[in-house]
DNA sequence: GTCATTCTCCTAATCATGGTAGGTATACCT
DNA sequence: AGGTATACCTACCATGATTAGGAGAATGAC
């Protein structure tokens, strides 16, 4: 008469408390720089000691990994969320959407971009899982640029240097401010105009 | 009769130290990445014990920020040198000797670049002292555009925006490769396009 | 040449940090 | 109720930056 239970009540704890973690180390990230992320800190601010976090993650790394995922992820979704909100018909104004939405992605956390962009440890290699949402963005940039008519490679890269310089730019030398993110139209003008969009 | 000594041995030695050990650190960096520079490395390789370094160096920080000065009066020297053996008189030209000067020089030592740019570790500041040959690069960049007639802050902060995104896509996509730099040219015309050269 | 001083390196030890081993109490299922 | 897996804990270890204190060699005054 016993019902099956419908839920696994172990994996939903165990779920909550990676959660916990992973938001405690964004926390400290945010804090004190991804580089300077302790399991120390981490454990203070969950309740833990240190080696109790190896119960859900089997090393630091694995911590940077999954957030590495949690980070990309963020940056798809919101990506997906301004295509799907409708584009503008202009060619330079949807391209304008999408990048303005990455760059304001990019830029809204120093410690999430350090961790997407650059080499935060010298040992740390993010998993194939945990890159995939990576490999998604580009591929949703690489569609939305076929839909106006650029296919080739080296526009693409062209054009994401231009952006990711932008974005590095104004978190390395005006961080907080609008420096260089408020160039972001003008260059993609510039680069419409060289592609002759 | 006896001459007054002209030279200070002492002097003469610890610098002498001094550079073997930022030599030796180079040679870390290179081989093991910056990050992944120890004192136990660095000591090896000049053959004393780590404790010993810190009769040159106040901190590992202060080895960090010597190399940040030398890396710097390179990048100095080599723009230097390109501008005195005579730029051609076309502006667009000139401006890509001098930045495919940089570019070639940021891209040649990832190590080196990483240190020049990027937040190496946490707690690493570069000195004032360390800092003047970067802002001697920016100046020299800024007066070679003033005489080219761009004195605008933003078309400075543009290109170089977009320099150093060529740069540091180059080194994380495709390091040893030419896949972004090749491009450069390009992008200096698309730029001159938009600045009205 | 001798001697005091300074330099340069050493060994020993401390502290922070990532990580491992092994134990214990609790939550869960039967 | 009882057995098992889980989720913590405390003790340890290794590495790496750094400090303390000492010993031997280079230097310069006499």
Partial sequence: MVGIP??????????????????????????????????????DRVG???PSLYSHFASKNAIYDAMFGQAW?????????????GLPDDP????????????????AD?????????????????????YLPSVAVWELSRDHFATIGLTAEEDLDLFSAVVGGLVDAQLANDP???????????????????FGL
Same sequence: chains 1, 2.
């Fill in 73 to 85: 992820q963020g940056c798809l979704d919101t990506m997906r969320a301004a295509r799907d909100a």
């Fill in 176 to 194: 907080g401010g609008d420096r260089y993110t408020r160039q972001l139209d003008r260059a993609i003008g510039m680069l419409a105009d060289h």
């Fill in 92 to 107: 330079r104004a949807a391209i304008t959407v999408m990048a303005r939405a990455y760059v304001d992605y990019a830029v």
């Fill in 110 to 130: 120093q410690s999430r971009n350090q961790l997407m962009n650059a080499r935060i440890s010298a040992d740390f290699r993010p998993s194939p899982a945990a």
């Fill in 6 to 43: 419908t839920r696994d009540r172990v994996a939903e704890r165990r779920e909550a408390t990676r959660a916990e973690i992973l938001n405690a180390a964004w926390a400290v990230a945010q804090e004190k720089g991804i580089a300077a992320l302790t399991l120390k800190d981490v454990a």
């Fill in 48 to 50: 833990m000691r240190p």
